[in-house]
């Protein structure tokens, strides 16, 4: 599929229609992390605003020599939280292709591919506690995009088939994505605890919600909450059991 680039918010689901094409199973697919060297060095004024190579706020864009970054990290580490880290990854030399295998069948003349972005993996073997702070081609920044390559994507299943979820001895939320504030948690599968709880917290960790003593089946309302991605855990005696996301509309 040509001429295709995404621009990913870490906090939202990303989809995308990839259109007409003439397959009805699928093995693998394979993306690159970054810009490739014919269109990382051009003009992004160039692009159509929505187009993901048009300037952006914050920028992507380090300039026609160094082209796009090809990831920002920014966060905070140690124990405090209190240390800014910072990593920009870009490069020609760092424009990497992951092959994510699948196993996949057309149904109804279609094909959905769900992918799982593990974000948090971009750091592995990368130490953000003193407050790293790197923006170029190598060191944590190459680093970085290694494990983007290496260990970020991975298939996923969507959490509406509740027989799935029960042969993996999972709960199930249902809907989701979810559009109307409400979503129905089934925790039939789990067996071997006289309580369950539930937390409801936030992409960076902040407790929002939590419903002691659930039933099998409990109503939990999203009403209040903003669109984006937010994670759901099944906890019994303080100790998380499971977790899964949701994300809403």
């Known amino acids: 599929i040509e001429d295709l680039w995404l621009l990913v918010n870490a906090q939202n689901l990303t989809e995308i229609d990839l259109g007409q094409v003439e397959v009805t199973e699928l093995e693998s697919i394979r993306l690159h992390i970054g810009v490739d060297a014919e269109h990382n060095h051009l003009d992004p004024t160039s692009y159509a605003s929505d187009h993901a190579l048009a300037p952006k706020n914050p920028s992507m864009h380090w300039g026609w020599a160094a082209g796009y970054r090809f990831v920002a990290y920014e966060g905070n580490g140690g124990s405090n939280f209190n240390q800014l880290f910072q990593l920009h990854g870009l490069g020609d030399s760092n424009y990497f292709t992951t092959e994510i295998e699948l196993d996949i069948t057309a149904q109804d003349d279609q094909i959905t591919i769900n992918l799982d972005g593990d974000y948090a ?57 979810i559009d109307q504030g409400i979503a129905m948690i089934n925790t039939q599968s789990i067996k071997g605890y006289s309580s369950l709880d539930i937390s409801v ?17 409990q109503v939990v309302s999203f009403v209040d909450y903003t669109s984006g991605m937010y994670i759901i855990h099944l906890m019994n005696d303080g100790q998380i059991l499971h977790s899964q996301k949701v994300f809403i509309k």
Do not use: W
């Open 121 to 177: 993996r971009g750091l592995e073997n990368i130490n953000v506690k003193n407050g790293v702070i790197v923006h170029g081609e190598g060191d944590e920044a190459k680093q970085c995009l290694e494990n983007f390559r290496d260990y970020v994507f991975s298939p996923s299943s969507p959490t509406s088939n509740a027989k799935d979820i029960i042969e993996n001895n999972q709960f199930t939320i249902f809907p989701n994505p």
């Open 201 to 217: 917290t936030s992409m960076d960790g902040k407790t929002l919600q939590t419903l002691k003593s659930i039933g099998e089946e």
